[in-house]
């Protein structure tokens, strides 16, 4: 079989021309599609996104630093300032741009000399930090040590020294709680509200009080700082700055001076007083003690401060004016007379006391073991005899007292610019019902109407007490100076019924009563008021045969809480307080609730006095309540390294060494004596009034 040969295919001239021809058509036409797709695209990025790489471009050569606006100011109703802002230079440290964390903070603790609690306090936040959070390093650094840190910074990625403001509290501890205090934002605050401001090295929110209540008012807007930059992020040159816009100045019905006095006054004890006035309804003074200072808080407390703190078994780090609930004990008396009287029950009517009276088969006993005698209102309220208003109280019923104390303050929620408050309890039947499941006895109203049982009250409500009685209206409890309110409503009692509890309640103090302490040392000034003891624990049948222990002999958590409400003058009352003491058991007089009340409203009418008799008063204290706070830290950090073996126990002649070093000098307490760089505002200028 033969097979066939394909024809030889003849190659001419004019073939190899066609071919090359046809590929060059179609490599020239892969060359012009491709160069044009090139070009396309280079005029879509040089014409159409112009703006986009632009500004990436500027942006390698620029960097954008927001600048932290300055926070408005907290002042008091003269326009005195309880919260404002200092010029200082700081440091901070942005964890995703630190290289060798420990080389780092080891180097800033050797250039600014810090403590090893701080130390420890940096590593804790920066293990803790999200990334963005920028670490507090130091504040309030001296120009020196500012620019130390500055020529180094090429060696030490993510340190980022700045200028700016700190927060500042002229009255330190003694607006602590009613202050509250700032802080940097934490992963939580940034993943609520995405701010870029809540990243920014310097910028802090309100962590607590009204710096918490009233935060976007008190923030203002940032400003902004454009700098040049080499690649390696060396500054070159500083561009163009735009200022930031400072926030809203917020205007306080307190007044500063009324306000430090009364946390002073408190001493050495753990307590509370509130002063409000009772044209208004005004609070001048909210003051918890033992405190925190602010100061550090803002400053970043560290970890030794704050144990200490919450060691403390006088709890500092507790607001007792609206968290603190106490028995009201026998400051209700005069509400419980009030109901008394409304329900018909006749002032003069006379009431035997004779130490003890039986109810059911509970024996229930008088302050006074022996007993008063005989006995009308206004005696009972001044000598506070329990059985009266044991004997009283189950004629009319609790039903009738709770719709008083309800009228007067207790128990009730003001709206008030704090995130949290305790509101306490007024009992009545149908409250065990729901409460306990339980019906209501007759020793509950007997408990209740001593205000002691369920019966709990806060001293802010106590305050509130104090000037409804004083004025028969339902005054509310108001922090903005300035701010509209509706007319108050009266608490349902007569001129008459009135004129009865504020004359009784006026002998409670200048008539031999139980108040003797809180007389006035003002001339021409009457203070009116109640005293109180609530116990903490039920004295036993088997206690009371054997002798009662003092509370001077009783462990601090064992004593009672003292008390007293009321308000001055007594013949056109101006000011209602209540102070509380917190396991005070009157054992000490010059520190005991009636004597602090005084002092604290005889502030009022004479300060000059009132002061010179409180710097004689704090010698014997051990000082301010900055220079006894700055005693027990410094005690705190010694037992500290004892205990971890860092320094040797002292020896008796340096304990006593020791206790001889003269006081540091106290700060000043005026906010003028430091040097301001923050310009206060101008009188009516960016107040806030109502927010």
């Known amino acids: 079989m033969k097979f066939p040969f394909p024809k030889r295919k003849i190659v001419t001239e004019a073939t190899q021309s066609f071919t090359f021809t046809r590929r060059a058509m179609v490599v020239g036409g892969l060359q012009g599609t491709i160069g044009a797709v090139l070009i396309g695209r280079m005029a879509w990025i040089s014409v159409v996104q112009n703006d986009k790489y632009s500004l990436l471009s500027e942006s390698n050569r620029v960097n954008m630093t927001l600048i932290p606006p300055r926070r408005g100011w907290i002042i008091d109703r003269n326009g005195r300032p309880l919260a404002n802002n200092r010029t200082d230079f700081r440091v901070d440290l942005i964890p995703q741009r630190v290289v060798d964390a420990e080389a780092t903070i080891a180097q800033l603790a050797q250039l600014l000399k810090l403590e090893a609690d701080e130390v420890d306090r940096i590593r804790e936040e920066m293990k803790k930090s999200a990334g963005f959070r920028p670490v507090q390093v130091a504040d309030k650094l001296t120009y020196d040590q500012y620019a130390a840190i500055s020529v180094r910074l090429p060696d030490m990625p993510g340190v980022a020294p700045s200028q700016g403001f700190s927060r500042h509290y002229p009255a330190g501890a003694t607006v602590g709680h009613l202050l509250g205090y700032v802080g940097a934002a934490t992963a939580e605050d940034y993943k609520k509200r995405r701010e870029p401001l809540l990243i920014t090295p310097g910028f802090k929110l309100g962590k607590d009080g009204l710096e918490k209540a009233f935060d976007r008012h008190l923030t203002g807007k940032p400003g902004a700082k454009r700098v040049e930059v080499t690649a390696r992020g060396k500054i070159v040159q500083e561009l163009t700055t735009r200022s930031d816009t400072p926030g809203r100045t917020i205007k306080l019905t307190i007044d500063a001076g009324l306000q430090e006095y009364a946390g002073r006054r408190l001493a050495t004890q753990s307590g509370s007083v509130v002063v409000i006035d009772c044209h ?147 009992p009545d039947p149908a409250w065990k019902e729901r409460k306990y499941d339980q019906k209501w006895q007759v020793y509950d109203t007997v408990n209740a109407t001593i205000g002691q049982g369920y019966m ?80 903490v624990r039920r004295i036993t049948m088997a206690e009371r045969a054997g002798g009662v222990r003092g509370n001077a002999g009783l462990p601090f958590k064992l004593r009672d809480h003292a008390l007293f409400q009321g308000f001055a003058p007594f013949d056109n009352p101006r000011y209602a307080i209540a102070c509380i003491i917190e396991h005070g058991g009157h054992t000490i007089r010059n520190e005991d609730a009636p004597m602090i009340a005084s002092d604290t409203l005889s502030y009022l009418f004479d300060p000059a006095k009132a002061m010179e008799k409180l710097e004689t008063l704090e010698k014997g204290w051990g000082g301010t309540p900055a220079q006894r706070q700055a005693r027990q830290m410094a005690a705190f950090r010694l037992a500290k390294a004892i205990e971890k073996g860092e320094v040797p126990p002292p020896s008796d002649n340096a304990a006593n060494a020791t206790e001889n070093v003269a006081e540091p000098a106290p700060p000043a307490s005026s906010p003028h004596a430091d040097a301001e760089d923050d310009v206060p505002p101008p009188p009516g200028s960016n107040v806030t009034a109502a927010p």
């Open 280 to 426: 208004n309804g005004d609070v001048l003074a909210l003051a918890s003690m033992p405190s925190f200072d602010p100061n550090s808080f803002s400053d970043g407390i560290s970890h030794l401060e704050y144990e200490m703190l919450s060691k403390d078994d006088h709890v500092p780090l507790r607001n007792k004016t609206l968290q603190g609930l106490y028995p009201p004990g026998s400051t209700v008396k005069p509400m419980v007379a009030l109901a008394l009287l409304e329900a018909g029950i006749s002032p003069f009517e006379t009431v035997s006391c004779g130490g003890a009276i039986r109810v059911g088969n509970t024996l229930f006993h008088c302050h006074k073991r022996r007993g008063h005698g005989p006995l009308n209102m206004r005696g009972a309220i001044a000598q506070s005899c329990d059985i009266y208003f044991y004997q009283m109280a189950q004629r009319i019923g609790m039903d009738r007292i709770a719709s008083m104390a309800r009228r007067v303050g207790m128990g009730q929620k003001f709206d008030l610019p704090f995130p949290s408050q305790s509101y306490g309890t007024v």
């Open 456 to 535: 709990l009250i806060n001293p802010l409500q106590m305050a509130v007490m104090a000037a409804r009685l004083a004025t028969g209206k339902q005054l509310m409890p108001n922090f903005i100076f300035g701010a509209p309110r509706p007319e108050p409503a009266s608490v349902g009692a007569t001129d008459d019924h009135l004129v009865v509890i504020r004359d009784a309640m006026n002998a409670v103090v200048n008539g031999g009563g139980t108040g003797g302490a809180a007389r006035s040392s003002i001339p021409g000034v009457m203070i009116a008021g109640k005293t109180g003891t609530a116990q």
